[in-house]
C-alpha cells in the first residue's frame, strides 16, 4: 500500500528578469549569511545589505526572514518528498503491482529518518532559518512528514496516529540536531539511533 500525500506545487509563473535576479542575489546571500552562524541573529537588514538590494525591493518578494530560508530549503524538500512517493525501497513504497515488494513500515521509517539526517546534515542552517519553534508546524513540509509518518503508524496497527506521528518526528527537530553534532555525535551514530526508535516504535511485536 502506497502512502497517500500531497502533491507539490505546479512551477511558479515566470518572473521578469530583473526580478529572477534580485531573487538570486537575496538567496545567495541568505545561504551565506545562515551558512556563517546562527540562523536566528540573521536580520532581513543583514540579508538585503549583503544582497545589495533596497529593504523595500526585499519585503516586496519575501515577508521575513523564514520565508527566506523556506525558499532555499523548497528544492531539497520537494526531492525527497519525490522519493517518498515514487522512489526505491524501502524509503519509497515499493512496485504496487508486484505482490511482496511493500517494506515493511518500520523499514520504511527508518529509511525516511537516515533521509532526514542527510537532509539535516547538509542544510540544517536552513531548516533552523524557517521552523524555528512553533513555525516549524505550519509549514507544508513538516504536514507531509507528519502525513507520511502517521500512514507508516497506521499500516503498523498502532494506536492513535495523529498522536503517535508527532512523537515520531519530534527527534528530527533541527535544534536537537544541531546540539547533537556540537557535542561530537556523528551523523551514523544519530541515524543508528533512530533506526531502533523506528523498529522499537513500528517493528512486529
Known sequence: ????????????????ADAARNRAKVLAAAERLFADGDPAAVTMDDIARAAGIGRGTLY?????????????????????QERLLRGDPPLGP?????????????????AFYAAMVELLETHVHLVLGAETGEARYRTGAHAFWRLHVAHLVREAGRPDPEVLADQLLAPLAPELFRHQR????????ITAGLAALAHGALGQD
Open 1 to 16: 500500500m502506497t502512502t497517500e500525500l500531497p502533491q507539490a506545487d505546479g512551477p511558479p509563473p515566470r518572473e521578469r
Open 60 to 80: 516586496r518578494r519575501y515577508p521575513d526572514r523564514a520565508s527566506i530560508a523556506r525558499a532555499l530549503l523548497d528544492e531539497h524538500e520537494r526531492a525527497l
Open 94 to 110: 515499493g512496485d504496487p503491482a508486484a505482490a511482496g515488494t511493500d517494506p515493511a513500515p518500520a523499514e520504511r521509517l527508518a
Open 182 to 189: 556540537e557535542r561530537g555525535i556523528t551523523p551514523e551514530r
